[in-house]
């Protein structure tokens, strides 16, 4: 089975701080890759697509390893808002369709 | 745009008993999923569609059907639920077929306990 692993925390800081999030890919095949957000008994909604030279939106950065099969999520300035628990996806074996593998979550708690 | 709407919230179901839970979307999005979230489990993929009439099975499809007869509906059916069915389940749509490489766009879930 392809895996998707994420470390799930939680992780506890306190607001101003930057926290970084790794997950690792089992399928070297995987060509797309994704950061999803998951807010407590929410939906998950799309954070950020995660691009081959890396990415940054605001606050928050995400990198991608193929040599390694890891992407990472960098949030600077934490804040208040950003607990939730953040989703690593990894997707795009090729051909058939319905393959995105979710992550178990990495639990994220900011504190004031 | 209501986006993707999912009804039920909730549910309890008796072991045994059948029922569908509905899910809209009014995107016209291509792709349609539906996935379960167990406590410690990633999402799972049960049934997906890449367009209406057409649908196929996911990673966790035993006791479950779906039906896919326009682009804006997709149902998922319990065919007899057990309790191994408690879990939360999302309702997903995607604009494109090739689905792996586009947003996601999820429901707001429905909370089924099975007793």
Known sequence: RKEVEQDPGPFNVPEGATVAFNCTYSNSASQSFFWYRQDCRKEPKLLMSVYSSGNEDGRFTAQLNRASQYISLLIRDSKLSDSATYLCVAAGYGGSQGNLIFGKGTKLSVKP | ?115
């Open chain 2, 1 to 115: 745009n209501a986006g993707v709407t999912q009804t039920p919230k909730f549910q309890v179901l008796k072991t045994g008993q059948s029922m569908t839970l509905q899910c809209a979307q009014d995107m016209n999005h291509e792709y349609m999923s539906w996935y379960r979230q167990d406590p410690g489990m990633g999402l799972r993929l049960i049934h997906y569609s890449v367009g209406a009439g057409i649908t196929d099975q996911g990673e966790v499809p035993n006791g479950y059907n779906v039906s896919r007869s326009t682009t804006e509906d997709f149902p998922l059916r319990l065919l007899s639920a057990a309790p191994s069915q408690t879990s939360v389940y999302f309702c997903a749509s995607s604009y494109s077929r090739l689905a792996d490489y586009y947003e996601q766009y999820f429901g707001p879930g429905t909370r089924l306990t099975v007793t």
